[in-house]
């Protein structure tokens, strides 16, 4: 069976695509093909959560990117989608632990860029602050 431009599995080998190109340091290639993936899974939208759960991988891959390349405002931003459809739509709070640290170290990374001096230390802090937020 060979699959249509439209196959949500297309959206999976885009994103698998972009994650080699992150890997050989191609990053604006790695970006578009991220951003194919992501705008064919808006295009392709369905409710089964598998999809839905690849659209948050992506969401997370996206941003990693950002983050590597010092956005950290944009990648939280799609930190925090990833996180919305995990919890939200997918119901999976057993899951967030993963996102919840990607965010906290995002943020810790930011930080030490602004002066402060222990990335672990700082990291674990926040990790305690989105995981009380999460719980509220």
């Known amino acids: 069976d060979i699959l249509g431009h439209n196959h949500p599995e297309i959206g999976q080998i885009l994103n ?8 050989l340091g191609d990053y ?8 194919e ?5 808006r295009e392709i939208f369905t409710t089964e959560s598998a999809f839905l759960k690849g659209v948050s991988i992506v969401l997370c891959n996206i941003a990693f990117l ?3 390349s010092g956005s950290f ?8 989608g990833a996180m919305q459809i995990r919890q939200d739509i997918l119901l999976e709070d057993n ?5 919840t640290e990607n965010m906290a170290h995002i943020l810790a ?9 222990n990335l672990d230390e700082i990291t674990e802090e926040y990790i305690t602050m989105l995981r009380k937020s999460e719980t509220k």
């Open 16 to 23: 698998n695509m972009a994650c080699v190109q992150y890997e």
């Open 28 to 35: 604006k290639k790695a970006e578009s093909l991220f951003q």
């Open 37 to 41: 993936a992501l705008d064919l899974q």
């Open 66 to 68: 950002h983050a590597k």
């Open 73 to 80: 405002p944009k990648a939280l931003i799609e930190l925090e």
């Open 95 to 99: 899951s967030l632990s993963d996102i």
């Open 109 to 117: 990374i930011h930080q030490l860029q602004h002066g402060a001096v």
